[in-house]
């Protein structure tokens, strides 16, 4: 099997594409006018799989899963992918109650 030039790896499972892969897709996600979203999806392309916003997929399960993510979501990431929100959690409150009830907490 001949090396190629620039490997690939699937996006979704890290899989390494090798030179006689066929079953290999690009997907790519554009915003126009920050309203309008659209999916483009194609059978393996050198040209289009170079483009810094496509996504190397190797199979029809991978493409499936990666569209349903964006239309869930509207983004590829996985969400435990995606940064932690910073917007903290309520932590619960450190004043414990005596026995009678009342707050035991120094006054």
């Known amino acids: 099997m001949t090396k190629i030039k620039e490997p690939y790896r699937c996006d979704e ?7 006689d892969a066929n079953r ?8 126009q006018r920050g309203e309008f979203s659209m999916i483009w999806l194609t059978p393996w392309n050198e ?6 916003v ?3 997929i190797c199979g029809r399960e ?3 899963t990666l569209v349903d993510r964006w239309m ?10 995606r ?4 917007v903290e959690p309520k ?4 004043r414990k109650e005596g026995p009678d009830g009342k707050d035991d907490a120094p006054s």
Do not use: D, I, M, Q
């Not at 499972?13 to 030179?19: I, P, Q």
């Not at 290999?24 to 915003?31: D, G, I, T």
């Not at 869930?72 to 992918?81: L, R």
């Open 13 to 19: 499972c890290g899989k390494l594409r090798e030179k």
């Open 83 to 86: 940064p932690v929100s910073s």
């Open 24 to 31: 290999w897709w690009v997907l790519s996600a554009y915003r």
């Open 72 to 81: 869930a979501t509207g983004s590829f990431v996985p969400p435990s992918a």
């Open 54 to 56: 496509s996504k190397h």
């Open 47 to 52: 040209e289009a799989a170079k483009r810094p």
């Open 62 to 64: 991978h493409v499936l």
């Open 91 to 94: 932590s619960s409150s450190t």
